[in-house]
């Protein structure tokens, strides 16, 4: 009697990987060893960005509150020591959203905190 190898869920496992590497150059789109590979590097990559997409934005977000604080005579670090001195509750997101399209705004901010 033949040995059952469960040829249905293999074939589902690889149609998986390969339907997930549609786009992909070369043998990493269509050589299930090779495209093993790079499906599982793709969700590491993933996995990690996710975390570091965090980070890159709070960077961008100070970059932005700092520039702007900057044309209103103070540095960022003044800033946000004075909005919690006062109790300004405002989050980066927000305050680099009023920095770049609401000025006028984010100026009166500033000015509170001087």
């Known amino acids: 009697m033949p040995r059952a190898k469960n040829r249905v869920a293999s074939r589902a496992k690889r149609k998986k990987?390969?339907?997930?590497?549609?786009?992909?150059?070369?043998?990493?789109?269509?050589?299930?060893?090779?495209?093993k590979d790079a499906f599982y590097k793709a969700g590491e990559y993933a996995y990690r960005d996710r975390r570091q997409n965090k980070r890159n934005f709070r960077r961008l977000w100070i970059t932005?509150?700092?520039?702007?604080?900057?044309?209103?005579?103070?540095?960022?670090?003044?800033?946000?020591?004075?909005?919690?001195?006062?109790?300004?509750?405002l989050n980066r997101k927000a305050l680099a959203h009023m920095a770049v399209n609401e000025p006028d705004a984010f100026a009166e901010i500033v000015n509170s905190v001087k």
Do not use: W
């Open 64 to 89: 932005r509150i700092n520039a702007a604080a900057r044309l209103n005579g103070l540095t960022y670090s003044e800033l946000m020591c004075g909005l919690k001195e006062k109790g300004i509750d």
């Open 17 to 35: 990987v390969l339907s997930a590497n549609k786009g992909y150059f070369g043998k990493r789109k269509n050589c299930i060893r090779t495209a």
